[in-house]
């Protein structure tokens, strides 16, 4: 272990020009080479190099990076530059349901011969080919309905992948899409009231359709307690339709009435639906169409 208190330091540019003085030092002590002001290297003798390599009991110290692997998340593949796979760990192997197989020292493509032809060959000889780091979000050739984010890296003179599953992410993804497109369908249907309110019952989020049946703008709505445009006599059970949602007692129906910007009383079908978040109830969506809709 280095002692970052006594260490010495020299710039990659010094070191070129008087590399005989610094091998020197560096067979007694480690240098730290800088670039720039930044230590990047250690400049450091070969036989001290071995010594730290080896335990107390002069055994080689173990290469601890297959270790570190087996405790990862992501599944995890590196293989030479002939691409024959020196390590598999066990989130790949499940990955690709090769749970009970043993595939280091086989060719990657004999090994996972579904990698073949496809958009993560390519990555995977274009990080051998150029030195450089890519990565791609890809239909997961093992399983069915599953997305994988693939990495691939030179190490060591070869090739690694990361693969992480983005199944989660990607159906989050594709809901958003289904929810914008039917909040679209409803305003061009123009006849469904959409309303999205918080804990406390506070307008957060109207669509113009339910703007125009109550006679007022978005902007007027924005934090309004929602049960203040309700009817005074139906305002006690709103209130408690709309309460035994946010406790999560189940979704409510009901007729009910809105009172418009001219005094005038609406009569109306709403739909209550609570709101979950990543950290429970965030709030509900109340979806508002008029008693005598087609």
């Known amino acids: 272990m280095l002692d970052d208190r006594r260490r010495r330091s020299v710039p990659a540019a010094e070191l070129v020009r008087n590399f005989a003085h610094w091998r020197e030092v560096g067979s007694h002590e480690p240098v730290m080479v800088t670039h720039h002001g930044r230590e990047t290297h250690v400049f450091i003798g070969l036989d001290r190099f071995r010594t730290m390599t080896v335990g107390d009991d002069g055994a080689v110290a173990p290469d601890r990076t297959f270790e570190l692997a087996a405790r990862m998340h992501q ?5 030479r530059a002939d691409l024959t796979i020196d390590y598999v760990n066990g989130v790949a192997l499940a990955m690709a349901r090769r749970w009970d197989r043993r595939l280091e020292d086989q060719s990657l493509w004999d090994a996972f011969p579904e990698l073949a032809g496809t958009l993560t060959e390519a990555h995977i000889r274009h990080s051998l080919a150029s030195g450089e780091a890519s990565a791609a979000d890809i239909p997961s ?30 159906q989050r993804h594709r809901l ?5 497109a039917i909040l679209k369908a409803m305003g061009v249907h123009g006849g469904v009231g959409y309303v999205r309110v918080s804990m406390r019952g506070f307008i957060d989020v109207v669509n113009d359709s339910f703007c125009a049946m109550v006679g007022l703008t978005a902007d007027r709505l924005s934090d309004v307690p929602v049960a203040d445009l309700v009817a005074l006599p139906a305002r006690p059970h709103f209130r408690e339709q709309m309460e035994r ?8 129906r009901f007729a009910t009435q809105l009172l418009t910007n001219d005094g005038s009383l609406a009569p109306i079908d709403a739909a209550i639906a609570r709101l979950h978040g990543i950290y429970g109830t965030e709030g509900a969506v109340i979806v508002i169409t008029p008693t005598n809709a087609a």
């Open 141 to 170: 050739p093992f399983r069915g309905d599953v997305w994988l984010h693939v990495q691939t890296f030179p190490f060591a003179g070869g090739v690694g992948l990361l693969l992480r599953d983005i199944t989660a992410d990607m």
């Open 75 to 79: 599944g995890l593949i590196l293989c």
């Open 245 to 252: 949602v946010l406790r999560g007692e189940g979704d409510m």
């Open 176 to 180: 958003a899409d289904v929810k914008s």
